[in-house]
């Protein structure tokens, strides 16, 4: 399965997700070692964290 990585590469501290893919530093970090079905869970949850990221504060 490739990476959902898009070149974004900034990181949120307060959200704790980059901004560009919507995964955890962990999840960056050890996304080559992964199960399909670990990356795949991932994957499923990106939009909704991109989407909470994405929204006007206000």
Partial sequence: M????VKICTYEPGAGLCLGCGRT??????????????????M??????????RKDPG
């Fill in 2 to 5: 490739d990476s959902p990585c």
């Fill in 25 to 42: 530093l962990a999840e960056i970090a050890g996304w080559a070692t992964f199960t399909d079905a670990e990356r795949r869970r991932i």
């Fill in 44 to 53: 499923a949850e990106l939009p909704a964290r991109l989407s909470g990221l």
